[in-house]
C-alpha cells in the first residue's frame, strides 16, 4: 500500500489558478499510477487527470482539458496538478488516487488521500 496526503486546497476567484500537490510514502510509490479525482456534494467521484509510472499516458477529463496540467516528481515522490482558469464548477474535494493500471475508474485505484477542498466563487 501507498499513503497519500493532498494539500493546496483553498478558496480562489473564478479566473484564477490553484497547484495541488500528493506526496506519496510507502512501498515503491514510484511504481503506481496516480490521479486526481474530485467530487462535488451530491455528485459521484470522477476522474480529472491520470499520469502513468514515467509520466506518460497522461489523461484529463473534458471538462478540465486545456486548464489542468498533471506532473509527477518521483524524486519527491510527490504528484502535481495545475488548476488554471478556474471556474465555480470546479468546487469539489480533490482526492489523489494511485494504483497498478491504467484506468480511470475509483475501482481502479487502491490508495487514496484524505482529500482537500477546492473552492471557487463566482
Known amino acids: 500500500q501507498v499513503q497519500l496526503e493532498e494539500s493546496g486546497g483553498r478558496l480562489v476567484q473564478a479566473g484564477g489558478s490553484l497547484r495541488l500537490s500528493c506526496a506519496a510514502s510507502g512501498r515503491t510509490a514510484s511504481a503506481y499510477t496516480l490521479a486526481w479525482f474530485r467530487q462535488a456534494p451530491g455528485r459521484e467521484r470522477e476522474i480529472v487527470a491520470r499520469?502513468?509510472?514515467?509520466?506518460?499516458?497522461?489523461y484529463y477529463s473534458d471538462s478540465v482539458k486545456g486548464r489542468f496540467t498533471i506532473s509527477r516528481d518521483n524524486a519527491k515522490d510527490t504528484v502535481y496538478l495545475q488548476m488554471n482558469s478556474l471556474k465555480p464548477e470546479d468546487t469539489a474535494v480533490y482526492f489523489c488516487a494511485a494504483g497498478v493500471s491504467w484506468g480511470t475508474e475509483t475501482s481502479d485505484f487502491s490508495s487514496w488521500g484524505q482529500g482537500t477542498q477546492v473552492t471557487v466563487s463566482a
Open positions: 499520469v502513468n509510472p514515467i509520466g506518460g499516458a497522461i
